[in-house]
């Protein structure tokens, strides 16, 4: 019975359902578009860290995450290396500017790996590489992304040094900072970042634990701060204010959609107060009425969150490759959920004026 009105209201009130429905559908394109753009920049910014073989990073102690406020040493680095079961090696990163011959300039994540260690094995490996170059040493192995500008064998000169390399292969390297990543042996990053003293300095420990292990004893020997590699994604270069704006901008959304879903049902409520009265009048009680507008609801929020995140999906496939933007399914499906969860509790207001109306008002007006 309940779902026969609520279906009936839809059917002959259809215009005004159309209306919130819109409202409803353009929230939910704003929405699953914003879900785009903030996946987009996480992946622009930590895809290269996330790609990497490790659990955990070590920094210098107060680091705060940051590759470029920490550096380490070898004592450091001996410590962890000490421990049975947990595989170390050092990794340096910073951010340079390269030019090749023809005046090609583009900035890199410069990330420097030892060539034996697990890194360079299983990350830094290159899917395409030039036969006539044996080793990283000396070389960059560049980010897939760099694959339309550059070519094997082109040399990239580092500006602020007298350094210039080959490109001796490509690997999928990701992004670090918005910035494609190019991977070198661990001496060549020392020798352009630090000349000709590098007193094996690097920035942190990567590491790659099958087991927990002691990470506080170990920081406390090595003077050392240990997070796990999600953590390790703050230090990223914009990567936390961004996430907070993009979070921001979608909370704003969803109260705007509880406002919105709110106002309207407590309208549609008013106006359908002589009916419900009489529903109450003829036996039905407050939970009937009650499912019977959540029932109503539910349908519209179902109809139009389905047809904006669609019509989104649609416009992101649009997007060119000049904007990050990517939507992934589950952050798409929970933003599309978040957003009836809240239109739901936008209507509890309206619920609430459900159940305090009197069946008296339909009887006198009947009378």
């Given at each position: 019975m309940q779902v026969f009105l609520a279906l009936r209201d839809l059917r002959v009130a259809r215009g005004r359902f159309v209306l919130i429905g819109s409202v409803i559908a353009l929230v939910a394109l704003l929405s699953t578009l914003l879900s785009g753009l903030a996946t987009g920049l996480v992946d622009d910014g930590i895809s290269g860290l996330r790609a990497l073989p490790i659990s955990h990073l070590a920094f210098q102690r107060g680091a705060e995450s940051s590759f470029s406020r920490s550096v380490l040493g070898p004592d450091a680095l001996q410590v962890f290396e000490d421990v049975p079961d947990l595989r170390a090696t050092p990794i340096g990163v910073s951010f340079v500017n390269a030019s090749s011959s023809p005046g090609t300039s583009v900035d890199l994540a410069l990330f420097g790996v030892d060539p034996h260690g697990f890194l360079a094995e299983e990350s830094a490996g290159a899917a395409e590489a030039d036969p006539n170059a044996s080793s990283l040493d000396g070389g960059l192995v560049l980010s897939e992304e760099l694959q339309g500008e550059m070519a094997l064998g082109d040399r990239l000169e580092i500006l602020g040094s007298d350094r210039s390399l080959p490109v001796v292969g490509f690997t999928f390297g990701g992004t670090y900072g918005h910035v494609p990543i190019a991977y070198t042996s661990l001496a060549t990053w020392q020798s352009l970042v630090y000349g000709q003293d590098p007193r094996g300095r690097f920035s942190a420990i990567a590491l790659q634990a099958d087991r927990p292990f002691d990470a506080a004893a170990l920081d406390v020997a090595a003077g050392t701060d240990t997070v796990t590699k999600t953590q390790a994604f703050n230090g990223s270069p914009g990567y936390s204010a961004e996430t907070a704006t993009m979070t921001l901008?979608?909370?704003?959304?969803?109260?705007?959609?509880?406002?919105?879903?709110?106002?309207?049902?407590?309208?549609?409520?008013?106006?359908?107060?002589?009916?419900?009265?009489?529903?109450?009048?003829?036996?039905?009680?407050?939970?009937?009425?009650?499912?019977?507008?959540?029932?109503?609801?539910?349908?519209?929020?179902?109809?139009?969150?389905?047809?904006?995140?669609?019509?989104?999906v649609g416009l992101g496939s649009l997007v060119g490759e000049d904007v990050p933007f990517s939507l992934a399914a589950g952050s798409v499906g929970a933003s599309s959920l978040a957003l009836a969860v809240t239109g739901m509790a936008g209507s509890l207001v309206a619920l609430r004026r459900l159940t305090r109306i009197d069946p008296a008002i339909s009887l006198s007006v009947e009378a």
């Open positions: 901008i979608r909370g704003f959304l969803l109260v705007i959609s509880a406002l919105v879903v709110g106002a309207f049902f407590t309208v549609w409520t008013v106006q359908r107060t002589r009916q419900i009265g009489l529903l109450k009048a003829i036996g039905a009680s407050n939970w009937y009425v009650v499912r019977d507008a959540l029932g109503q609801l539910a349908v519209v929020l179902a109809a139009s969150i389905a047809v904006g995140t669609l019509v989104g």
